[in-house]
């Protein structure tokens, strides 16, 4: 039997969108269950401190309506772990988050917030809710996931994506590398930001990554064929890439 690779869907920018105008439409639940409907296996949502697109209403919606697990994402701040905690998503992955940024710029310093993030998570956990940190595929970061608690980490895919030639090729070797030594000490691994139909496969193809979530590339996508063509193309890439990896060729001649 092969390894299911899941993807998870990010629906924040249907939400950009909709926000532009004002309004309901387009409506980011809606959106998250046409993405159950295409073969997702999650939604994830990122809860801004500006709340400049997912809103408050979103994620209580979000949490009663859609039948896939939610992946909150949110800054480690006080408010953020009180909405957390009341509405107990199935995870949370804890960003850095900076008022001015366009999108995520970077991983999270796990190293350098030991002491905060390590009280966040226990909290996050009493409640039964799994934590993932998203981080840059740096061993001391990775290492620093690992001592403080976390059960996943998500590596930040945007250089990679955002680069070529031998530039990717080192940025796809660092993830590699990342992955190997978070699973090693026991971590889940899950990886996004920025991939797209020309990038995910080498990603899907890491036997570690058990987890893609991806988002704003084919709500984009949407524009030209479709929310549901777009994610079951992104399927069907990540499902070729995933049978293609060792462990898998391993499997079917077992």
């Known amino acids: 039997m092969t390894r299911h690779l899941r993807l998870g869907i990010n629906i924040d920018h249907v939400a950009t969108i909709r926000n532009a105008r004002g309004g309901y439409h387009p409506d980011p639940v ?5 993405a159950a409907q295409a073969g997702a296996d999650g939604i994830t949502a990122h809860l801004r401190e500006d709340r400049r697109h997912i809103s408050d209403h979103d994620i209580k919606r979000l949490a009663k309506e859609v039948p896939l697990p939610l992946n909150l994402e949110i800054a480690a701040t006080g408010e953020m772990l009180d909405i957390a905690l009341a509405h107990v998503p199935h995870a949370c992955c804890i960003v850095p988050e900076k008022r001015e940024e366009v999108t995520t710029e970077g991983g999270l310093d796990v190293k350098g917030g030991r002491a905060h993030l390590h009280a966040y998570i ?10 993932s940190l998203f981080i840059d ?3 001391a970061q990775v290492k620093a996931a690992a001592e403080i608690g976390a059960d996943v980490i998500e590596l930040h895919t945007g250089r990679y994506c955002e680069t070529s030639g031998k530039a990717r090729d080192e940025e796809l070797g660092a993830l590699q590398k990342a992955a190997r030594l978070g699973a090693t000490l026991g971590l889940e691994i899950h990886a996004g930001h920025g991939l797209s139909f020309e990038t995910v496969g080498p990603v899907a193809a890491i ?3 058990v987890e893609l979530n991806i988002g704003h590339f084919l709500v984009g996508e949407a524009i030209f064929c479709g929310f549901e063509a777009s994610i079951r193309r992104m399927r069907q ?3 070729q890439a995933s049978a293609e990896t060792p462990e898998n060729q391993d499997l079917k001649t077992a």
């Open 122 to 131: 226990g909290a996050l956990r009493e409640k039964g809710i799994r934590v």
């Open 30 to 34: 809606r959106a998250a269950i046409m």
């Open 207 to 209: 036997p570690e990554v």
């Open 137 to 139: 595929p740096d061993p």
């Open 237 to 239: 890439l990540m499902d």
